[in-house]
């Protein structure tokens, strides 16, 4: 047990999936959780997620830690509705996909005797609420801690008491600047989701081939692109905007690779083609070998192949 009581702020995929970890792996002694929607408490009390408040200053009265699962987008105003009750010493931190952003609106409102740490767990699936939480999405991924500035000797303990609790729950940690953090993101996560929700925009709009047939004979690739974009589109509106600048700075560079990939295809240079789908392909094995998927068949990916934020 690393935390006597936790409280999540936010009962989707992310935060249902803490609350059964948490307590399935013994993490800690309590776990409280509110969100916004009367809708989504009612469901977690049904689900049995943990002991179910009616406004976020009763979940976090008392809690050592507290964790911020909301959109990005609603990251300051759910730290505005629990800040005068935060607890001395308590830790807060959350699980947005964006750094930087989360950082100036958790400075905005945090008291300063709470050890802020903002915190990015990579791992999810495309299905959102909290019936879509499973206790074993963080077993084997890494979540990344985010710490700030801060020279108090008992925040080098919280950010290690912390980075225990989600060890607890089978994740592994990386200590990043939050401003690289954005940058890797960009790439690794929040482009390649930006391009499958265009390719399936484009496939939708494309008036030479019907729906129908779009959809009947969607190969491994197309497949997957829709996989990606069936994630929750009020999540990554707001990844977009909180990240645009290294979005944007990713999507100068892939633009115009992809206009050499363009000029490559109507020159007829093969081998050009075939250097960039060998490093390509070089890349993927590097993926599986770091143990971020498996090199095995799957036509119908599973909830453990989810990739997050």
């Known amino acids: 047990m690393t935390f006597a009581t936790v409280a999540v702020i936010g009962a989707g995929l992310i935060g249902s999936s803490i609350a059964r970890a948490a307590r399935e792996k013994g993490a ?19 689900l049995g997620l943990g002991h179910v408040c009616d406004t976020g ?23 505005a509705d629990v800040a005068a009750a935060l607890s001395e ?14 950082i100036d609106a958790l400075a905005a409102h945090a008291p300063a005797h709470a050890f802020v740490i903002p915190g990015h767990p990579i791992a999810g699936t495309e299905q ?15 979540t990344i801690l985010t710490p700030l500035d801060d020279p108090r000797p008992a925040y080098a303990e919280a950010v290690a008491k912390l980075a225990a609790f989600w060890e607890a729950l089978g994740a592994r940690i990386e200590i990043m600047d ?24 484009t496939a939708e709009d494309l008036e030479t081939v019907t729906e129908s047939e779009i959809v009947k004979y969607s190969a491994g690739g197309f497949r997957d ?14 990844v977009f905007l909180s990240n645009r600048e290294a979005v944007l700075e990713i999507l100068g560079r892939f633009t115009e ?5 363009q000029r490559a295809i109507r ?39 989810g990739d997050g934020a």
């Open 225 to 238: 692109f829709t996989r990606l974009a069936a994630s929750d589109p009020t999540m990554w509106r707001d």
């Open 257 to 261: 690779d992809l206009a050499a990939l």
């Open 89 to 102: 010493g308590a830790v807060l931190t959350d699980v947005g996909s964006t750094k930087r952003a989360v």
């Open 178 to 201: 939050a401003d690289r953090h954005d940058l890797v993101l960009a790439i690794t996560s929040h482009v390649p989701h930006l391009i499958a929700f265009n390719i399936v925009a």
């Open 128 to 142: 959102s609420g909290p019936d879509a939480g499973f206790a074993s999405l963080f077993e084997n991924r890494w």
């Open 28 to 46: 800690c002694g309590a776990v409280r959780i509110f969100d916004a929607s009367p809708a989504v408490r009612d469901r977690a009390r049904a």
């Open 267 to 305: 020159w007829g240079d093969g081998e050009a083609l075939h250097d960039l789908f060998t490093r390509a392909r070089r890349m993927r094995r590097e993926v599986i070998e770091a143990g971020q998927d498996t090199a095995a068949p799957n036509w119908g990916r599973d909830q453990s192949g």
């Open 57 to 79: 200053a009763d979940a976090v009265s008392g809690a050592d830690l507290v964790i911020l699962a909301t959109p990005i987008g609603a990251m300051g105003a759910a730290a």
